[in-house]
């Protein structure tokens, strides 16, 4: 199982960034999301999508961010809005299915991409 981020970067205060993440070898997938952990920090949760199409957001990010889904293409971005230099941490894209051939639920996670917000 891979899952491949990629769209971070650095951006001003009030900026966009749209982050995107690809899933491969997973399958029957339930849920995708982003965490996200900043520099001495545990890893938080920012946001998620479920195969039943809710959504779950942190406080910090609700109005700001949203996670569309991709199912057909195991796709899942992150448009972020407005950011802050709060958002700034490393982001890691999630998927929660199985392998192939197999009926074991397994949370994965990709290797993470930068984003950093200037003040």
């Known amino acids: 199982v891979q899952l491949q981020a990629c769209g971070g970067g650095l951006v001003q205060a009030g900026g966009s960034l749209r982050l995107s993440c690809v899933a491969s070898?997973?399958?029957?997938?339930?849920?995708m999301g982003w965490y996200r952990q900043a520099p001495g920090k545990q890893r938080e949760l920012v946001a998620t999508s479920s195969s039943d199409g809710s959504t779950n957001y942190a406080d910090s990010v609700k109005g700001r961010f949203t996670i569309p889904r991709d199912n057909a293409q195991k796709m899942v971005f992150l448009q972020m809005n407005s950011l802050k230099p709060d958002d700034t941490a490393v982001y890691y894209c999630?998927?929660?299915?199985?392998?192939?051939?197999?009926?074991?639920?397994?949370?994965?996670w990709g290797q993470g991409t930068q984003v950093t917000v200037s003040s």
């Open positions: 999630t998927a929660r299915g199985t392998k192939q051939y197999t009926l074991y639920y397994a949370d994965y």
């Open positions: 070898g997973i399958f029957s997938i339930q849920t």
